[in-house]
């Protein structure tokens, strides 16, 4: 059971360049989550899938889409990336919309650079 | 809107002194209130948490009580370790968010327990 995974770890782009990153989870979650983590900042969410083959925009989505691709799978893509987007990424899922008490399950983040 | 304020870091101290760290929030409603702790290098987990007032959360020596007349969520722990060094989250969830888990995450607090 690996719970949430995320690839890649680490990634450098240049300005304009784009990148999908990668999120699975194989606990069987109805919900998953895209957050972004700034110095100073917490965590702000970005977009979030309440069940599968559904999305919604979070506190913070400019200059991002996502795709629900399976139950599984959550994938964050950067179509022109630029400066203002370094940051760590951390994916998360939870069991469903029951409640406000579900436990949110993150994954080992990515650490994007956009010089 | 909703907001986590918890104190900042870094903080240090030495092996076996005692922990807190204060967090007090803004909610509308009755939220739930979580901490989450982060090891370096590594995602998010769940500490502790508690779902209504008065309510205390524990886990591995931690403790935190859910204070809605103060509106705080303190955490404590009476002997810390150098294994307890790690970033801290405070963190609500909102029980009116209308469809899916949102979660607001504080700052964090780095703490750092020297030998």
């Known amino acids: 059971n690996a719970g949430v995974t995320q690839t890649p770890k680490f990634q450098v782009l240049k300005t304009g360049q784009s990148m999908t990153l990668q999120c699975a989870q194989d606990?069987?979650?109805?919900?998953m989550y895209w957050y972004r983590q700034d110095p100073g900042m917490g965590l702000r969410l970005i977009y979030y899938?309440?069940?599968?083959?559904?999305?919604d925009k979070g506190e913070v989505p400019n200059g991002y889409n996502v795709s629900r691709l399976n139950k599984r799978e959550f994938s964050l893509r950067l179509e022109s990336a630029a400066p203002s987007q370094t940051s760590v990424y951390f994916c998360?899922?939870?069991?469903?919309?029951?409640?406000?008490?579900?436990?949110?399950?993150f994954g080992p983040g990515t650490r994007l650079t956009v010089l | 809107g909703d907001s986590v304020t918890q104190m900042e870091g870094p903080v240090t101290l030495s092996e076996e002194a005692f922990l807190t760290i204060n967090c007090t929030y803004t909610?509308?409603?009755?939220?739930?209130l979580f901490w989450y702790v982060q090891y370096p290098g590594e995602g998010l987990q769940l500490l502790l948490k508690?779902?209504?007032?008065?309510d205390k959360g524990s886990n591995k020596g931690f403790e935190a009580t859910y204070r809605k007349e103060t509106t705080s969520f303190h955490l404590e722990k009476g002997s810390v370790q150098v294994s307890d060094s790690a970033v801290y989250f405070c963190?609500?969830?909102?029980?009116?968010?209308?469809?899916?888990?949102?979660?607001?995450f504080g700052t964090g607090t780095k703490l750092q327990v020297i030998p």
């Open positions: 998360a899922s939870s069991e469903g919309l029951a409640g406000p008490y579900n436990e949110q399950f």
């Open positions: 606990m069987n979650h109805n919900s």
């Open positions: 899938s309440a069940s599968e083959g559904t999305t």
């Open positions: 909610a509308t409603g009755y939220p739930s």
């Open positions: 508690a779902t209504k007032a008065d």
């Open positions: 963190a609500l969830s909102d029980p009116n968010s209308g469809g899916y888990q949102k979660v607001t």
